[in-house]
C-alpha cells in the first residue's frame, strides 16, 4: 500500500507534466487538473489498498490450503500404509488358502486310504481267527470221536475208560448255544459271539465277567465228566479266546486251582 508521502511524489511528477504542457502555448487550468490528478491518485490510493487486503486474504487462504494440502497427503499416505497392509494380509491368506488346499489333496487321501487299509487288515485278521476257530472245533470233535471209540473199546474188553476222557467236544464249539452258557443273560452271550469272531478278547472284559465265563466252563466240564476237571483237562478242552489254566487261578484270592474250582462248583447262593 502506498504512503502519503508516495502519493505526494507521484502528484508533483504528473503536475510537472501538465506545467510542460502549459509552457508549450497551450490552455491548462491548473486548479481543475490538480484537483482532478489528486481525486484519480486518491482512488488509485484506495483501490491499491483494496487489491492488497484482497492479495492478504488470497495469501492466508492459499497458506489453508497448503496446510489442508499437508493434511490430505498425510492422510493419503496413512492410506497407503493400510493398503499396503492389506494386500499383504489378503496375500498371506491366500497362501494359507493354499496350503489347506495342499493338505486336503494330500493328507487326506493318504489318511484314508491308510485307513480303508488297515480295516481291509482287520477284516482279513477277523477272517483268519474265525477260520482258526473252526480248525479248532473241528480238531476238537474229532478228538472226542477218538476218546469215545477208546472208551467203547475200553468197556468191551473190561477196562475202565480213563477219566480224563471228557466228552467235551461232543457239543459243537463254544458258540453262543453250548450248554455251558445256558445260565448267562443274553448281554455276556453276545460277548461270547465277540469273542468267537476275534472282535474283542478276553483281557478287554471285565474281571467278573471273566471269572463267570471260566466258572461256568468249569462246571460244564465237571458236569459232563462227571469229576473234578484238573488243569491239564481244562487246558484241552477251553476255548481259544480263553486264558490257560495256570493264568485264569489269578480270578481268585489265593491264586490256586483248587479255590477257583470250589467256587465254580459250590451251591447257588439263595
Not at 494359507?96 to 489333496?105: F, I, K, M, S
Not at 487246558?235 to 481259544?240: A, I, L
Request: hydrophobic share 45%.
Amino acid at each position: 500500500m502506498m504512503t502519503g508521502n508516495e502519493m505526494d511524489v507521484i502528484w508533483r511528477r504528473h503536475m510537472e507534466a501538465v506545467r510542460c504542457v502549459g509552457d508549450a502555448g497551450l490552455p491548462v487550468d491548473l486548479g481543475a487538473v490538480g484537483l482532478a490528478l489528486r481525486l484519480a491518485v486518491d482512488e488509485a490510493f484506495v483501490a491499491g489498498g483494496a487489491l492488497a487486503n484482497d492479495l492478504v486474504a488470497v495469501v492466508g487462504e492459499m497458506s489453508g490450503v497448503q496446510g489442508q494440502l499437508a493434511a490430505m497427503d498425510a492422510d493419503n499416505a496413512a492410506l497407503a500404509a493400510r493398503l499396503r497392509l492389506l494386500a499383504g494380509v489378503q496375500e498371506e491368506a491366500a497362501r494359507l488358502r493354499q496350503e489347506v488346499a495342499d493338505l486336503r489333496e494330500q493328507v487326506i487321501p493318504d489318511y484314508q486310504g491308510q485307513v480303508l487299509t488297515q480295516a481291509a487288515e482287520i477284516g482279513e485278521l477277523g477272517r483268519r481267527l474265525r477260520e482258526a476257530q473252526q480248525e479248532i472245533d473241528r480238531l476238537t470233535r474229532e478228538n472226542g470221536i477218538v476218546v469215545d471209540v477208546f472208551n467203547s473199546r475200553a468197556a468191551d474188553n473190561g477196562v475202565d475208560p480213563t477219566p480224563a476222557a471228557l466228552p467235551t467236544a461232543t457239543v459243537p464249539g463254544w458258540s453262543r448255544s453250548h450248554p455251558a452258557w445256558s445260565a448267562l443273560p443274553a448281554a455276556d452271550l453276545d460277548v461270547i459271539e465277540q469273542l468267537n469272531a476275534g472282535t474283542t478278547t478276553s483281557r478287554r472284559l471285565s474281571g467278573s465277567l471273566r471269572r463267570d465265563l471260566v466258572l461256568a466252563v468249569i462246571r460244564w466240564l465237571a458236569q459232563e465228566g462227571g469229576a473234578t476237571p484238573t488243569m491239564f483237562q481244562f487246558d484241552s478242552s477251553k476255548p481259544g479266546w480263553m486264558g490257560m489254566a495256570s493264568g485264569v487261578v489269578a480270578l481268585v484270592e489265593d491264586r490256586s486251582w483248587a479255590s477257583l474250582v470250589a467256587l465254580a462248583l459250590a451251591p447257588p447262593k439263595k
